[in-house]
C-alpha cells in the first residue's frame, strides 16, 4: 500500500480558523467573529487601539431594568484570555484526530480542502520483499521437493528469522516449529521417502534417520532451544536445514517442467552442478591469508549452478567449463560487479534467451523481464552478494551474452526500496558463490582465472544433438 509522506504535515500559514458563537438569554446577547491564526505568537496587552470596534461596546439589558450601554474593554480582557486557553487545547485535538485518521485511513481523502492539508510530495510503494538475501537460502528455496518437505523447510527456516530478536528471543516459538516439523517427518515418512527414486533411496533413508535422529537433527535441534542456547541453535539449526536441502535433492532428480520446443538446441542442466575457479592476482600481489594461514597469489572460488530455475542459461555456462572457455581469462572489477572478459570464448557460447524464472512460477520466462515494483520476483534473486549472472547480450536485451558473466556485489547502501538492487529481474541469474564469498572483494582489474572446473554435476548437462 502506498503512504503518502506529506498526508499528515500541516502548513504553518494555511491553518486559520473562523468561529461564529451566538448566545441567545433573556438576559444579554452577543455575537463575535475572531480568526486564529496557527502560528501561536506572545499577545500584546489589549489596548484601546487593537479593539475592534464591535467589542467597545455590549447592548445588555437587565431582567429588573432598562437597557444600558456598558464599556466592554473588561469583557475584552477576560474573554481573550479564555479563547487563549481554549485556542490551544482545540489545536492539540484537532492536530491529534487528523492525524489519526489518517493513519487509519491512509487513502486521500475526498472533498477535502487542498489549501487546507498540501499534497503529498512523495509516495513510496513498497513491494513484497521476503527473498532470500543469501546464496544457500535461495538454492535450497529452488529445489522443486516433496510438500511435506518444504513444510518443514519453511517452518525450520521461520527460526532463523526469530533468532534475530535482540534479548529475549522466542525460545517457545521455536519449540513450536520444531515439534510441528518432527511432526510432518515422522508422519509422513512414507511420502517422503517414496518421493525418491529407488535407486537412491538407500541415500535418503539415511539421510532421513539422520534428519530425525543425527546428531544435527530436529531431536538435537529441539534440546538446543530448550537449553536457550542462541549460539548453539544457530549451529544445529544450519545442520539441520542442509540435510533437508539433501533430501529435497533426491527428490528432484531433473526438471519438472518441459522446455519450449524452439529451445532444445540449447545445452541444458537438469539439476544442480558446481564449478571451481582458481583466481590468480594478475599484479604479483597476494590475497589475504586465511585463518593462521599464508598469504597467497591464488585461490578457489566455488560457484552452484541452478539448473532447476535456469537450465539454459546454466547448460551453456557449465558447458563453456567443459570446453575451456574461461581459462586465462582476466577480470574487470566494477563497484557492483566482477566481469569476465567479453570476449574470451565468444565463439564457443550459445546466445540462450532471457531466462528468469518468478516465485511462485513452475517454469520460467524467455525474453522477458520482471516488473519488481508490481510485486514480481524471481526464484533466483539478484539482490545476493555473489550472484552469478550473464550479462545481456550486444545485440539486444532480450538475450544473455553468449560467454560474459559477472559476480554482483550487492550492496543493500546502493539499493531501492526494500533492499532490492535497481537491476533486480532484469538479467539471468543462474548460481551463486557458496565458497570463497570473502575473496570477492579482493579481486581487482587484471586478475585472471587461471581455470575453471566443472566439479559437479557433468552427467546432468545435456547436450544438444548434433544436426
Not at 475572531?34 to 489596548?47: D, G, I, K, M, V
Not at 486521500?108 to 546464496?135: C, H, M, N, Q
Not at 516439523?181 to 533411496?201: F, M, N, W, Y
Not at 523481464?369 to 545485440?395: K, N
Request: aromatic letters at 8%; charged letters at 20%.
Amino acid at each position: 500500500m502506498a503512504f503518502p509522506l506529506s498526508a499528515s504535515i500541516f502548513s504553518p500559514n494555511k491553518l486559520s480558523l473562523s468561529l461564529s458563537s451566538t448566545r441567545k438569554s433573556t438576559s444579554s446577547s452577543f455575537t463575535t467573529h475572531f480568526a486564529l491564526p496557527y502560528n501561536p505568537t506572545p499577545r500584546e496587552p489589549a489596548s484601546a487601539k487593537h479593539i475592534s470596534p464591535e467589542f467597545k461596546c455590549i447592548l445588555a439589558t437587565k431582567d429588573d431594568g432598562p437597557m444600558e450601554l456598558v464599556n466592554g474593554y473588561n469583557y475584552y480582557s477576560k474573554l481573550e484570555t479564555w479563547l487563549e486557553l481554549g485556542r490551544k487545547q482545540f489545536e492539540r485535538a484537532f492536530a491529534a484526530s487528523i492525524i489519526f485518521l489518517q493513519l487509519m485511513c491512509p487513502v486521500p481523502w475526498t472533498g477535502y480542502d487542498s489549501g487546507f492539508i498540501p499534497p503529498a510530495v512523495a509516495v513510496l510503494y513498497s513491494p513484497e520483499t521476503k527473498i532470500p538475501r543469501t546464496g544457500e537460502l535461495a538454492l535450497r528455496r529452488a529445489i522443486p521437493a516433496n510438500a511435506n518437505m518444504k513444510a518443514i523447510q519453511d517452518s525450520l527456516e521461520d527460526i532463523s528469522y526469530l533468532l534475530r530478536i535482540p534479548q529475549r528471543k522466542p525460545y517457545g516459538t521455536m519449540e513450536g516449529n520444531v515439534k510441528k516439523s518432527l511432526k510432518i517427518a515422522v508422519d509422513e515418512k512414507d511420502s517422503i521417502l517414496s518421493s525418491i527414486p529407488a535407486e537412491l533411496r538407500e541415500k535418503g533413508s539415511v539421510l532421513y534417520a539422520s534428519l530425525i535422529d543425527g546428531k544435527d537433527g530436529l531431536k538435537s535441534l529441539l534440546e538446543s532451544i530448550k537449553d536457550k542456547d542462541a549460539d548453539k541453535v544457530s549451529v544445529g539449526l544450519a545442520s539441520t536445514l542442509d540435510t533437508v536441502a539433501q533430501l529435497e535433492l533426491l527428490q528432484a532428480p531433473g526438471l519438472q517442467f518441459l522446455l519450449p520446443q524452439q529451445y532444445l538446441n540449447y545445452p541444458r542442466l537438469t539439476g544442480r552442478a558446481v564449478v571451481e575457479f582458481a583466481i590468480e592476482k594478475g599484479d604479483g600481489s597476494t590475497f589475504s591469508p586465511e585463518a593462521a594461514g599464508q598469504p597467497r597469489n591464488s585461490t578457489v572460488i566455488q560457484v552452484v549452478l541452478d539448473g532447476y530455475s535456469a537450465p539454459l542459461t546454466a547448460g551453456n555456462f557449465a558447458k563453456l567449463v567443459v570446453d575451456g572457455a574461461y581459462d586465462g581469462v582476466k577480470l574487470n572489477c566494477t563497484d557492483q560487479a566482477i566481469l569476465s572478459d567479453a570476449a574470451a570464448g565468444k565463439e564457443k557460447g550459445y546466445s540462450v534467451p532471457l531466462e528468469i524464472k518468478p516465485s511462485g512460477q513452475f517454469e520460467p520466462l524467455y525474453k522477458t523481464t520482471l516488473s519488481v515494483q508490481d510485486g514480481e520476483l524471481p526464484v533466483l534473486p539478484l539482490s545476493v552478494y555473489g550472484a552469478v549472472v550473464m550479462a545481456h547480450s550486444e545485440v539486444s536485451e532480450e538475450y544473455s551474452s553468449p560467454n560474459q558473466f559477472f559476480f554482483y556485489l550487492y550492496d543493500k547502501r546502493n539499493a531501492g526500496l526494500g533492499g532490492l538492487s535497481f537491476d533486480e529481474g532484469q538479467f539471468s541469474v543462474f548460481g551463486y558463490t557458496t565458497a570463497g564469498r570473502d575473496i570477492l572483494s579482493q579481486i581487482k582489474t587484471g586478475d585472471v582465472i587461471r581455470s575453471a572446473k566443472l566439479v559437479e554435476g557433468e552427467d546432468r548437462l545435456v547436450m544438444p544433438k548434433e544436426s
